[in-house]
């Protein structure tokens, strides 16, 4: 059972526990039992992984907006075309896990089998961690190159201030086999991504300096400014801005996500790459492992970690700490009557 903490308004769940909780909120809001696991591994693994912002909060949402374009809990994502090492799997407008494990999948075994693979995903709503497809075509054997975007509006990304929000965080991940931890760069392309400034928001926190507009088009560091008709800036400035129109460019406008007939105008492009296909793999991941070493030796007063290396360090937790009001809506959500 969960312990509650009163003095700080978080609860300590077991993960079991509250994968169990995911799972019976979603299918009593209409999951397949299939897709209800899927689902409920992934944000409790983003918790455990230090990311609330996809963790356990994305839930009662996606029992809200249950059986819209985008968040369809029973929609079963299926390859549509493949042509030698190129594949689109179509998510059938459902939430876009499912349809990410597929297309992982798809690219990995092609990269396997020929040295290269690419998976679109069209009518997909949203996928989750970035990060954790990554590690899934990872896992695999495969270097690993995850785009994800939407192009519907509303945007909630400005190029700067005095601009309007025209682009949405277009997360961006990769991930490279190695002796250790595998490598994973798991990044949005906002300075800020929305799930941590929605927690921001909650707990009222305030945000980094540059990391949102107010509705007026001026930096601030109130995260509810951004939920008053505020944007999230980009990292980086123009630099984030660009790879994230790229993002879409590629996701989106390559795969033909966003066409006419395709609801909700979001895509995912999966590209993977055999990693023993330019040398041995056991050279690729002891290169892997000489370059770790050296980020760890450039350490002085602030210790430097190689990309992936947060995440794997916060998983030694065995407990998740949840906000108490999450917990308390987790458990109405899981006693709910089936639909």
Same mark, same amino acid.
């Not at 349809?99 to 597929?102: G, I, P, Q, R, S």
């Not at 760069?185 to 949005?188: M, N, R, V």
């Given at each position: 059972m969960?312990?509650?903490?009163?003095?700080?308004?978080?609860?300590? @769940?077991d993960?079991?526990?509250?994968?169990? #909780?995911?799972?019976?909120? &979603?299918?009593?809001?209409?999951?397949s039992?299939?897709?209800?696991v899927?689902?409920?591994?992934?944000? =409790?693994?983003?918790?455990l992984?230090?990311?609330p912002?996809?963790g356990?909060? &994305?839930?009662?949402g996606?029992?809200?907006?249950?059986?819209?374009?985008?968040?369809?809990?029973d929609?079963e994502?299926h390859?549509?075309?493949?042509?030698g090492? #190129?594949?689109?799997?179509?998510?059938g407008?459902? *939430?876009?896990?499912p349809?990410?494990?597929?297309a992982?999948d798809?690219?990995?075994?092609?990269?396997? !089998?020929?040295?290269?693979?690419?998976?679109?995903v069209?009518?997909?709503?949203?996928?989750?961690?970035a990060g954790?497809?990554a590690?899934?075509? =990872?896992e695999k054997?495969v270097v690993? *190159?995850?785009? #994800?975007?939407?192009a519907e509006?509303?945007? =909630?990304?400005?190029?700067?201030?005095?601009s309007?929000?025209? &682009?949405?965080t277009?997360?961006?991940?990769i991930?490279?086999?190695?002796?250790g931890?595998?490598?994973i760069?798991? *990044?949005?392309t906002? #300075?800020?991504?929305?799930?941590?400034?929605? *927690?921001a928001a909650s707990?009222?926190t305030?945000l980094?300096?540059g990391?949102? @507009?107010s509705?007026?088009?001026?930096?601030t560091?109130?995260?509810?400014?951004?939920?008053?008709?505020g944007a @999230?800036?980009?990292?980086?400035?123009h630099?984030?801005f660009?790879l994230a129109?790229?993002?879409?460019?590629l996701?989106v406008?390559?795969?033909?996500?966003a066409?006419e007939?395709?609801?909700?105008?979001?895509g995912?492009?999966?590209i993977? @790459?055999?990693?023993g296909?330019?040398? $041995?793999?056991?050279e690729? +991941?002891?290169?892997v492992?000489e370059l +770790?070493? !050296?980020l760890?030796?450039?350490?002085?007063e602030?210790l430097?970690?190689?990309?992936g290396?947060?995440?794997?360090?916060a +998983?030694?937790?065995s407990?998740?700490r949840v906000?108490?009001?999450l917990h308390?809506r987790?458990?109405q959500?899981a006693?709910a $009557?089936?639909?």
């Open positions: 969960a312990t509650i903490s009163s003095r700080d308004g978080f609860d300590s @769940l993960p079991a526990e509250a994968r169990q #909780l995911a799972r019976s909120a &979603l299918t009593r809001t209409g999951a039992s299939s897709h209800a899927c689902i409920a591994n992934h944000v =409790v693994d983003a918790e992984a230090g990311h912002s996809h356990l909060r &994305l839930i009662p996606y029992c809200e907006l249950a059986g819209t374009d985008g968040s369809k809990l929609a994502p390859v549509v075309n493949a042509r090492a #190129l594949s689109v799997v179509d998510a407008g459902g *939430i876009g896990y349809a990410l494990e597929v992982v798809a690219a990995a075994t092609s990269a396997l !089998r020929g040295g290269v693979g690419a998976c679109s069209i009518r997909c709503g949203h996928a989750g961690r954790a497809w590690e899934r075509a =990872v054997g690993a *190159i995850v785009l #994800l975007a939407g509006p509303p945007f =909630v990304m400005a190029a700067g201030p005095g309007v929000a025209s &682009l949405h277009n997360p961006i991940a991930g490279i086999p190695a002796d931890p595998p490598l760069l798991d *990044i949005a906002s #300075l800020v991504a929305e799930g941590k400034v929605a *927690i707990r009222g305030p980094p300096d990391a949102i @507009l509705q007026d088009g001026a930096i560091t109130d995260p509810a400014d951004f939920y008053r008709g @999230l800036l980009p990292f980086a400035g630099k984030g660009g129109a790229m993002v879409e460019a996701a406008s390559l795969t033909g996500a066409a007939d395709r609801r909700p105008p979001e995912a492009l999966v993977c @790459l055999n990693a296909g330019f040398r $041995p793999e056991a690729v +991941r002891a290169s492992e +770790r070493a !050296r760890h030796a450039s350490s002085g602030r430097v970690l190689a990309p290396e947060p995440e794997a360090l +998983r030694v937790a407990t998740i906000e108490s009001a308390v987790l458990r959500l006693a $009557p089936q639909i």
